[in-house]
């Protein structure tokens, strides 16, 4: 069996419109996952330019790099600075009821 050649998938080289982008980080919140959404602003991020992003949102790249790096942990702050930066807005709906027990 032949063996079959294969490269990483990376999501920054898929995320092409503003569209693709408030979609995907809007998938990543309703995950709910902490890790997933910040992956997802990484992603985000990386499509638009880490450099500029670090700039415009009044970081040093590696910091930005760190901090929205999967094992990341991020402070609200930064979170909302990079959302702001990247064009994107946060936003709360009620959540479904829940079945009781």
Do not use: F
Not at 3 to 10: E, G, M, Q
Not at 15 to 28: F, I, N, P, Q, V
Not at 70 to 78: D, S, Y
């Amino acid at each position: 069996m032949a063996d079959t050649a294969t490269r990483a998938w990376d999501p920054a080289e898929h995320l092409d419109s503003e569209e693709d982008m408030a979609a995907y980080l809007e998938a990543a919140l309703e995950d709910g996952d902490p890790a997933l959404v910040t992956a997802a602003l990484g992603d985000i991020a990386r499509a638009k330019g880490m450099t500029r992003i670090a700039r415009e949102a009044g970081l040093s790249r590696e910091s930005l790099y760190k901090a929205l790096s999967p094992n990341g942990n991020p402070e609200l702050a930064t979170i909302l600075k990079v959302v702001s930066v990247l064009g994107l807005r946060l936003h709360a709906t009620p959540a479904p009821a829940k079945l009781p027990g």
